[in-house]
């Protein structure tokens, strides 16, 4: 199983980013989705979760309203776009993905069992 994250990069405060997770190795519609973050210094946080069929959603509160989690599993990739982007946004984005066996979503780390690598969002002020 892998999943592979990628988008990252710099932007200026008010931009936009949009993150793909591709999956490969596991039947990807059976699985739920998360992106979290993790800035320097900081622990990883929940940013957003889709369930398996992208019928729910659910986002922190910190970027509820301008990031959006979506996913084509006609593709395998899950996506995160990210809008009105600030300086505190700025993280290292990592995807996950959960077996899932009904339409749930999953806002804990522990509760994933697949992780991407990583991609670094910086965001300049």
């Known amino acids: 199983v892998q999943l592979q994250a990628s988008g990252g990069g710099s932007v200026q405060s008010g931009g936009s980013l949009r993150l793909s997770c591709a999956a490969s190795?596991?039947?990807?519609?059976?699985?739920?989705v998360g992106w979290f973050r993790q800035a320097p210094g900081k622990e990883r946080e929940f940013v957003a979760a889709?369930?398996?069929?992208?019928?729910?959603?659910h986002y922190a509160d910190s970027v509820k309203g301008r990031f959006t989690i979506s996913r084509d599993n006609a593709m395998n990739t899950a996506y995160l776009q990210m809008n009105s982007l600030k300086p505190e946004d700025t993280s290292v984005y990592y995807c996950a993905a959960k077996g899932a066996f009904r339409s749930f979503y999953y806002t804990r780390e522990y509760e994933y069992s697949y992780w991407g690598q990583g991609t670094l969002v910086t965001v300049s002020s």
């Open positions: 190795g596991l039947t990807f519609s059976s699985y739920a």
């Open positions: 889709i369930t398996w069929n992208g019928d729910s959603t």
